[in-house]
């Protein structure tokens, strides 16, 4: 199985911040939802492992627990 990374990949994890807030910038509440699941969609095919998107889904629920 393979493992979530939960260590940043990114070489400016600030600019990648400031991308995410920037897409969603003038967006309703509702086409921001809508945003958000597409990107999620676009980036777990992205990763193509389905224990791996197990992982951060359950990782990001317990966060909201």
């Known amino acids: 199985m393979t493992a979530l990374i939960t ?3 990114l070489a400016d994890p600030d600019a990648a911040y400031v991308a ?3 897409a969603r910038r003038g967006l309703s ?3 921001a939802a809508a945003f958000d699941a597409r990107l999620a969609l676009i980036l777990a095919n992205h990763v ?3 224990e791996v998107l197990r992982q ?9 627990e």
Not at 56 to 64: D, G, K, L, V, Y
């Open 7 to 9: 260590a940043s990949q």
């Open 20 to 22: 995410l807030v920037d």
């Open 29 to 31: 509440e509702q086409a």
């Open 48 to 50: 193509g492992d389905i």
């Open 56 to 64: 951060a889904i359950a990782m990001a629920r317990e966060q909201n």
